[in-house]
């Protein structure tokens, strides 16, 4: 078990930011050369101002229709990405590691904070989980990869918290939870969490031909 | 849960045009089709969809049915990512499916747009399947007999080349009983304008071709009409997804102005033939912008009203309400200008809910109505949201500048019950402006 931490906390872990990092960058690349390969009557209308002033409503809770629609999605979804960035990045546990290893430090989270809001994290996948399952709509369309990436970051989220609350094994969860947080990092890139990467950008290009084509609003 | 596949009509054309296909044919096409024409958009919207239902909510089939397999998300799940899972490699019979979510269950209005956090377009989504379908040969019959008249006689309604004039001259005539010195100017090269209307005018609706020429009359306008065909700007062929005769169509617009040497294109009050000519084709053809300048009717007439050239005896005093037709509003913004003229013209405007870009569609759009009566029960049941939001205004006029807009709002009030009437701004206009006395 030991060796199967050292292993993720090492090697995998430089593994996982390097294909989470140059997989990222590489599908952007590749999507902005085929856009302009393919989609050229489409990008020929692509207008920056247009496309801020569309995500910066997309980006306000209740700022746009969809949202206003959907109260229920709209909090719990902003209150999971809005975690999903801050716990990881402002972890006392993370940063310690960042500390020991690479000589790199920032200001913390106070752990009681960060140690609710990974909570909320996992309440809410909870919630996508039952979505997915029992609302209709939403079952009518999922597939087994959308359960199983809303999985990959509740159990990251979940064996997290374990793990600092020395619940179980405190070395099987810390590794399981290091594991499952490097295979949703990699995952990123190549599976449905690369809205992470696209979404700007589809909105972006929308709201470029609404604003400058249509001449109207498309929040 | 129930599925498109419960849900099928019979219909000659896709019945028709499913008996040739065999899988391999089908994946064939189908790789050709996304090899070829598809790129990064349809791509991150098929990769990047989090198949949250937000979009539910957005469309008035599911508002009117709520049944899921009537959501935006869901159209695309039955067709497009059914095809791409398999390869393209499907049953003929996935194809009869797919060609009956996309032409008579989607009207293309893009007011999902407005719900999708991540800014997916499956009004483009179900266009390519209707682009597939064309390829295959799968095509309902009413719509596909539409693109063969734009395909033969370059105007919707197999409307012969001496009929056109013939009907203007006869709409002249006509209307020189009430103001004697009216012309309906053919082909007058240089004037300030070129007006384009869609063939079912001529055919079924001269009515509104005589109320235009009387508004432009009155207003002392220098408006030309083409004497050739390049008349008609409606356009099913965009709707079918045959984008060749869509562009042949929209060029021989063009080119009847350029021709003519008009300082633009004013069309009349519909909203698909907008859509094809402001939006769509003209980038199938290359052209960034527009070769001539066009403008629609609603802020034609607004530009007329600012100009003080149109001037009224009275104003409409029933209270009405507005529709605001998809291809105009979120295809133009026009919102702002198309109250202006109502207000202009009527005194009290009962607003609906929701309204301007978030307005429900009148479900015929998008060719949704061409496909004719196999398919007529649905978009009208599908839209008993629509019929709520009127009842709801409790008025009984309802201005709608779109001639799609007035086909199915007209069959959703009389199936409803509803008890009004719809007008285009023409209508009113004529209703109401000061007549040039006869001399
Ligand atoms: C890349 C490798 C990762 C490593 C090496 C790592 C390591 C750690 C460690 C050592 C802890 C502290 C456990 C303890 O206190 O005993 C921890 C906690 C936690 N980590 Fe990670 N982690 C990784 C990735 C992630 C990712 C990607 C996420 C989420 C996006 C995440 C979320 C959390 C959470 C929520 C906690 C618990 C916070 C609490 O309840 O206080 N970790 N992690
Ligand atoms: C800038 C970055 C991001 C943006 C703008 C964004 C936006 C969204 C939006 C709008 C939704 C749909 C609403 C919902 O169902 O909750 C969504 C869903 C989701 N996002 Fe993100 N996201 C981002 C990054 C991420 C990342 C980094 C992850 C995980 C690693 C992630 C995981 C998810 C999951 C799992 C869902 C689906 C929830 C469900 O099952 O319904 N997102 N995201
Ligand atoms: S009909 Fe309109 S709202 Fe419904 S799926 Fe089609 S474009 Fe979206
Ligand atoms: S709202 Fe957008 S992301 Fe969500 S299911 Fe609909 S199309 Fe997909």
């Known amino acids: ?219 | 849960m129930s599925t498109i596949a419960d849900r099928l009509i019979e219909d000659e054309g896709l019945r028709r045009g499913v008996s040739r296909l065999t899988p391999e044919k089908i994946e064939k096409v189908f790789k050709e089709l996304i090899a070829g024409e598809c790129g990064a958009r349809l791509k991150t919207y098929v990769e990047s969809c989090v198949r949250c239902g937000m979009c539910a909510k957005a469309c008035h089939y599911y508002m009117s049915h709520k049944d899921p397999s009537y959501t935006p998300v869901a159209k695309v799940s039955q067709t497009m990512w059914r095809l791409l899972a398999a390869g393209g490699r499907v049953e003929p019979q996935v194809i009869y499916e797919c060609a009956q979510v996309a032409y008579t269950e989607c009207n293309l209005c893009r007011r999902c747009i407005h719900y999708c956090p991540l800014g997916i377009d499956t009004g483009y989504i179900i266009s390519v399947v209707r682009r597939l379908c064309h390829k295959l040969g799968v095509t309902p019959q009413y719509i596909q007999d539409t693109a063969h008249s734009h395909s033969a006689v370059l105007n919707q309604m197999w409307v012969k080349d001496d009929e056109w004039p013939d009907t203007l001259q006869w709409q002249e005539e006509e209307a020189r009983e009430e103001f004697p010195g009216l012309r309906i100017p053919l082909d007058v090269e240089g004037a300030d304008f070129m007006y384009s209307v869609i063939a079912p005018e001529p055919k079924f609706r001269t009515q509104l071709i005589y109320q235009a020429a009387a508004i432009f009359n009155a207003a002392g306008l220098n408006w030309t009409m083409p004497a050739t065909p390049g008349w008609d700007n409606s356009n099913m062929a965009m709707f079918t997804g045959d984008s060749e005769i869509m562009s042949r169509v929209e060029r021989a617009h063009y080119e009847t102005a350029q021709r003519l040497r008009v300082k633009r294109i004013v069309m009349g009050e519909c909203g698909h033939a907008f859509r094809a000519v402001y939006d769509v084709a003209n980038r199938w053809l290359g052209w960034k912008w527009h070769p001539v300048p066009v403008v629609h009717s609603v802020e034609f007439f607004w530009e007329l009203i600012q100009q003080g050239r149109i001037k009224i005896t009275h104003k409409y005093a029933d209270p009405v309400t507005i529709h605001d037709p998809c291809n105009i509003i979120r295809g133009r913004g026009l919102m702002d200008k198309l109250r202006e003229v109502t207000h202009f013209l009527c005194e009290n405007v009962v607003e609906m809910s929701p309204n301007r870009e978030h307005n429900y569609c009148c479900c015929a759009g998008g060719g949704v109505i061409n496909c004719g009566p196999p398919f007529k029960n649905v978009r009208i049941v599908g839209n008993s949201i629509k019929a709520e939001q009127l009842r709801a205004t409790g008025v009984h006029t309802l201005v709608a500048p779109c001639h799609n807009c007035h086909g199915g709002l007209e069959d959703i009030i009389s199936k409803f019950g509803l008890g009004m009437h719809t007008k285009f701004l023409g209508d009113l206009i004529y209703e109401l402006m000061e007549k040039p006395e006869a001399e």
């Open chain 1, 1 to 219: 078990m030991h060796a199967l931490y050292d292993l993720a906390v090492g090697p995998l872990a430089w593994l996982a930011f390097g294909v989470f990092i140059i997989g990222s960058v590489y599908r952007l690349l590749a999507m902005r050369a085929l856009a302009l390969r393919k989609d050229g009557a489409f990008v020929a209308y692509v207008s920056w101002p247009h496309a801020f002033k569309s995500l910066a409503h997309w980006f306000t809770p209740f700022g746009a229709l969809g949202w206003r629609e959907n109260p229920g999605v709209t909090i719990a979804t902003f209150i999971f990405h809005i975690c999903l960035f801050l716990v990881p990045l402002f972890l006392m546990g993370h940063i310690v590691l960042f500390d020991t290893f690479r000589g790199w430090s920032w200001p913390a989270l106070p752990d009681g904070a960060a140690d609710v809001l990974a909570i909320v994290v996992v309440v809410i996948c909870a919630y996508f989980l039952w979505r997915r399952l029992s609302v209709p709509e939403v079952r009518f369309v999922t597939s087994a990869q959308d359960v199983l990436v809303v999985s990959l970051v509740g159990l990251t989220f979940l064996t997290g918290v374990l793990a600092y609350h020395r619940i179980g094994d405190n070395l099987v969860l810390t590794t399981l939870h290091i594991l499952s947080g490097e295979a949703m990092l990699v995952a990123i890139p190549f599976t449905r969490l690369s809205h992470m990467l696209f979404g700007v950008f589809s909105r972006g290009y929308i709201a470029s031909e609404f604003g400058s084509v249509r001449h109207a609003k498309d929040w």
